[in-house]
């Protein structure tokens, strides 16, 4: 019996032995995920400098320039960032903001636009041929004009940039998304985007794009550019059960027309898969009217200031359905 005793003292000790290895080897895990994890996310973000000229440019480890004031002529990206696409490594493309804006005109003013939608502000145009980018895709083509008045008191341009580009406003307002989050930059003017997207339509799943954005100023000042185009899928991983789209270019203008707010947007994006073409021309103005009215009813609801990024509903109803 006394033998039996120790035998099953000694099994006891040895499964808590056991269980206690298997703690350690569960949280030195752990802690390898977690300095894994850090690694990569520093890897991301930490600041690398570059001399150039009599400028101390700083880029990110993914080649985004963090300069808080940049200059039109000055690059947006280094030249060897992984963050520029094939197309765009083909086309020897310049990131600067003068190029994009050149890119904004340029593509704006091409011949065999199709208008398949023009009333209720909103003029919506495509072009079959696509872009420079690539002759595979629809080039889309959006002018929207609302009144000043028509919205509310409190209405400027960066009041609507702020809706666009500020995911805790967005989120707030486009009922397209499930989910918005910068990944890396820093937040106001150059800076990664994931855009998770519900279907549009009954026969799309759900699509994500993984951006690099560029928002800024035109030289006189009435008008903001918010400028997107895809990165290389291989940088970030891909989320379950979402098709990731390619978009050739994201291309936004905001502009003050006095009394009038204009918008007007550039878009090419391959949606990996097949839609056919009459299915766009009548998918596409009702989901764009429908997306448009979502951020002028946003508009009349809240009073917004710039300065301080504070949100007021004017409708306590509105505020409880959000």
């Not at 020897?92 to 003068?98: A, L, P």
């Not at 190029?99 to 939608?117: A, C, G, M, Q, R």
């Not at 027309?257 to 299915?279: H, T, V």
């Amino acid at each position: 019996n006394e033998n039996k005793k120790i035998e099953k003292n000694e099994d006891k000790n040895t499964e808590i032995d056991n269980n206690i290895e298997i703690k350690k080897d569960i949280l030195i895990t752990e802690e390898h995920e977690e300095d894994k994890n850090k690694e990569i996310k520093d890897s991301l973000i930490t600041e690398d400098s570059e001399k150039i000229g009599n400028n101390n440019i700083v880029y990110s480890k993914l080649g985004l320039n963090l300069n808080p004031e940049i200059g039109f002529d000055e690059p947006l990206l280094k030249e060897d960032s992984p963050l520029i696409y094939n197309f765009e490594k083909e086309l020897k493309f310049k990131f600067t903001r003068k190029n994009l804006i050149e890119t904004f005109n340029k593509f704006w003013s091409l011949d065999n636009y199709k208008k398949v939608w023009d009333k209720d502000n909103l003029i919506i145009e495509i072009r079959e041929e696509g872009s420079d980018f690539n002759n595979e895709f629809n080039l889309i083509k959006i002018s929207y004009r609302q009144l000043k008045k028509e919205l509310n008191m409190s209405t400027d341009i960066k009041m609507i940039v702020d809706f666009f580009y500020k995911p805790s406003l967005r989120i707030l307002w486009d009922n397209v998304l499930k989910n918005l989050e910068i990944l890396e930059g820093d937040k106001k003017s150059n800076y990664i985007i994931s855009t998770w997207a519900k279907s549009p339509v009954f026969f799309m799943s759900e699509r994500e794009s993984l951006e690099k954005r560029f928002l800024f100023k035109s030289p006189e000042e009435k008008a903001y550019y918010i400028m997107s185009s895809s990165i290389p899928d291989e940088l970030f991983p891909q989320k379950k059960d979402v098709v990731r789209i390619t978009n050739y270019c994201n291309y936004y203008k905001i502009i003050d027309e006095n009394e009038y707010i204009g918008l007007y947007s550039l878009n090419q994006a391959d949606f990996k898969m097949i839609i056919p073409q009459f299915l766009i021309n009548v998918t596409l103005p009702t989901t764009t009217k429908n997306w448009m009215n979502d951020l002028e009813k946003f508009a009349k609801e809240v009073k917004y200031d710039i300065n301080t990024t504070e949100l007021i509903y004017l409708n306590e109803k509105a505020k409880d359905k959000k």
